[in-house]
């Protein structure tokens, strides 16, 4: 009886030993795929921030080509038109001035038209819903060309109107445009 006690005591240690093995075997593993899952889930957002930068570049080139292109250029076109009639140039060298606006006169309503349709467009792009920087590059210098003739503009409705958040947005935008070019320059 003596030596099956020993047996089974000596069964039961090497278990112990073997199970307290197997646990230290599993530590190392833990311990070893740690910084395996850190890099892993680091490399995962670095293709999600990137996949995400691509499409908001593809969303801007997208809407850009709605409604920039298009719309904007067309009210642009329709102002320059405007301008010419009135004898004060084109945007980005006419002289205009709050004195030639006549309130609720053909050129307002353009005014008010050109800005309207760029309030929604600068929202997004202040919100970084789209690329600011893409942008610059696609439309920036035809932009800040015509913020030369018609940045008054909202100060002057704003004025006007006595409320301060007309085009406001357009205003923080062409501010972050003008910014990237200052940047340029230096």
């Known amino acids: 009886m003596t030596l099956v ?8 240690g090497i278990v112990s030993v073997v199970g307290d093995l197997l ?3 599993a530590n190392i593993a833990t311990f070893l795929g740690l910084p ?21 570049k593809q969303k801007t080139l997208d809407k850009y080509n709605e409604l ?3 719309q904007i250029i067309k009210k642009a076109r329709e102002l320059d ?19 030639q606006i006549e309130p609720d006169g053909q050129l307002d309503m353009l005014l008010r038209d050109y800005f309207s349709i760029l309030e929604p467009f600068a929202t997004d792009i202040n919100e970084g ?26 100060a002057y409705l ?14 923080q935008m062409m501010d972050k445009l003008h910014s990237l070019h200052a940047v340029g320059k230096s």
């Open 23 to 25: 646990l230290l075997l």
């Open 81 to 99: 038109e405007h301008l010419h009639k009135m004898s004060l140039g084109e945007l980005g060298e006419s002289n205009l001035s709050e004195a």
């Open 36 to 56: 395996i899952a850190a890099y892993e889930l680091h490399s995962q957002a670095k293709t999600a921030r990137e996949s995400f930068n691509r499409e908001k």
């Open 68 to 70: 920039v292109h298009f």
């Open 129 to 154: 819903i789209y690329d600011l920087e893409f942008f610059d590059k696609l439309y920036g210098v035809e932009l800040i060309k015509a913020w030369k003739t018609v940045g008054f503009y909202p």
């Open 158 to 171: 704003q004025k006007r109107t006595q409320l301060d958040d007309i085009y406001l947005q357009c205003v």
């Open 5 to 12: 006690k020993a047996t089974i005591c000596g069964v039961i």
